[in-house]
């Protein structure tokens, strides 16, 4: 990776590996509670000032939809719970892509073209 200073460009070594594997899952032998999977503070912070508002109503729900990205999921929770779960939450877990099982699947909910984009765009930045 190139660094650019005022003067000249640096070499730098990259602490990122370019190598892209799948990574394994091994469940564990515990199904976690539900109020394990997401940390929803921060969201709750930003609605209580959003509710606490004298913006009108639409703004409020508008703003309100939008404090909801701040929740923070725990993907490794999230996927013990997966593995542990009924069939009918395992298919809508991997509809909300909490968890992508299939490469077909994946393929048919636009992930894999999403991860062509971006392999598109890293080989354009770093070449081969």
């Known amino acids: ?18 190598a892209i594997g799948s990574p ?7 199904k976690p509670h539900i109020l394990e999977l997401c940390d929803k503070s921060k969201t709750h912070r930003r609605i209580k ?4 508002s004298s913006l009108p109503q639409d703004e409020k729900d508008f703003l ?6 701040h929740t923070v999921f725990n993907y490794e929770k999230i ?9 009918e939450m395992q298919n809508l877990m991997e509809k ?3 968890v992508i099982i299939d490469f077909q699947q994946a393929i048919e909910m636009g992930y894999i073209k999403l991860s062509k984009e971006i ?10």
Do not use: C, V, W
């Open 1 to 18: 990776m190139k660094q650019t200073t005022l003067f000249k460009f640096e070499e730098k070594e990259s602490k990122y590996t370019k």
């Open 24 to 30: 394994i899952y091994e469940p564990k032998n515990k």
């Open 49 to 52: 000032e959003i509710e606490n």
């Open 64 to 69: 309100i939809e939008a404090a909801k990205r």
């Open 79 to 87: 996927a013990d719970y997966y593995s542990h779960s009924s069939r």
């Open 96 to 98: 909300s892509a909490l």
């Open 119 to 128: 392999k598109k765009q890293y080989l354009e930045e770093y070449g081969k």
